[in-house]
């Protein structure tokens, strides 16, 4: 059966099956946003993210912005497992009629990010190839298995929390491609949310460092789309309140101004880096603590319910993300 | 200035200058097969590879067989630096009309190598693309950083060796390219040595065990090729000694009878996946019996000069490897 008739889950779980795996290895292909590896009492843990110019990096993006996000997304994996980033590597794929400046300017993206985020950028590989493709890999290190932030770990009775505002690199994704407007201010800063994302290392190092059993993922493909994946891997359910989403400003003028829109119905376009984690009631007081002591933020909006379904009020919320694969086009 | 009007190493080159590093960074990009990274006493090592369809995966070749190489070609990074492999991941760029069981296959074949080379596989990404286009990359341990194979630890007056026969896999290539045969049996064994190459890690290991100064990489791109690298990171030269260069009977009867050229005339073609390892003479006897331990080969081809220069007997070796952005088709 051919690829575009399955889609992007089905056709993981086929090729993630019997793995071989030995007796060190923590956590496998397939569930969460990396791997992890037992090594010398800590967990490394290990992730790729693969790129490609025609799907992955739209008109009008510079190439240190495209760089930017290659990185940020690869380090925003091990970010949701609660690890500390400690080295990327980028493989790149390059047409031979680019021009060296442009693809200077990428490695620049990639290293400006991994300076932003204190994770040394450490080395790749350079092919020839038809399209721009950029692979990046990330090591980090996790004190324990135990601390990990994993996809399975909610509960149900757990608080649902984000890391910081919603929606502010979808409303800037729409200015990009589809030229819309707000105010020059407005527009810098929901352009910057998804151009120079941040991955939220303090938060996920903050929140591992607490010896509670956490869930998180990042929501780079979308609130609902990240819910149903804890969901899914924990055996619950997630209910979000929307009043309790946190917007900015900006995102709220721009979605009602320009998208003629609730800001909660741009949730699904994703692109945000912030953390999505489900814990305990009990430990929230003192995780919200440390992750503000650590800079940051945590804000609730929701918790986690027996039934198996992800629900925005009270209504059932259309978990599936985009699928390339199975995208007429 | 264009990327065909450069070549590879001048885009390497321009791409890993000023990297951000920190001071836990042992090797960074560049010189070595792999970037190391000191971690509670030992070095992760930590490289990747990307491939794709059009310049990598040559008509005729199975989907088992790309998987394998896929995989076989990074752990093969992983041992030149005398390390051990320890964790596996492949992203994948699939075009959506492929079949899945073509993309099943590569993954068994990758899978395949990995448990023939104790590397467990962990996972990775999977993305729509316009070319099959894998990114493997892996993480490996090494006990020390002097215990490392680098490049740049050759000294004149070292002995150069190779860890088994040369040519099999370069002979393989022109059986599967065109169409060239020698007998039944042979060209088994040839083919083999190019679509199942294995990585020598058990070399790499008993090599870096000795706490000598060795350097080392692995010939997939050509001995004279490597022969230069190792020469150019250490400020010395290699004398090889054609009479001493191990080929198979099958690699001796095919290149003459079959491609009417002395053996050495293919060694530029690449593809084995022997190391090619300099050491001061002293260590040699020990290093030997220790590669014989581990139940490999250690044979000397030549040895470290002080001319900057790649020597076969006599004469300058040519050792511009193949150039994929400056070769014109």
Known sequence: MKLSELGEKKIVSALTKGLYTRDFVTLSAGLDDAAAIHRLGEEIVFTSDIMFESSHFPQGMKPEEIGWKAAAANISDVAAMGARPIAFLASFGLPPSLDLSYVRAISRGINDACRAHQCPFVGGDTKKAGELTICGSVIGACPSKSALLRRGNARHGDVVCVTGNLGDAACGAQILLKGKKLNPQADKKLLRAFLKPRAQIKAGLALSSLGAEIAGMDITDGLFYSANEI????????????????????????????????????????????????????????????????GGRLICIGEAIRETTVYLDGEKVDVHGYDAFLAKR
């Not at 979000?240 to 609730?262: G, T, V």
């Open 231 to 294: 969901a899914t891997a924990s055996g619950c359910g997630i209910r979000i309140h929307e009043s309790m989403l946190p917007f900015s400003e900006e995102a709220r003028k721009f979605a009602h101004s320009i998208l003629r829109a609730s800001p909660v119905r741009i949730l699904e376009w994703g692109e945000d880096y912030e953390l999505l984690v489900s814990m305990r009631r009990k430990d929230f007081p003192r995780a919200k603590a440390a992750v503000e002591a650590a």
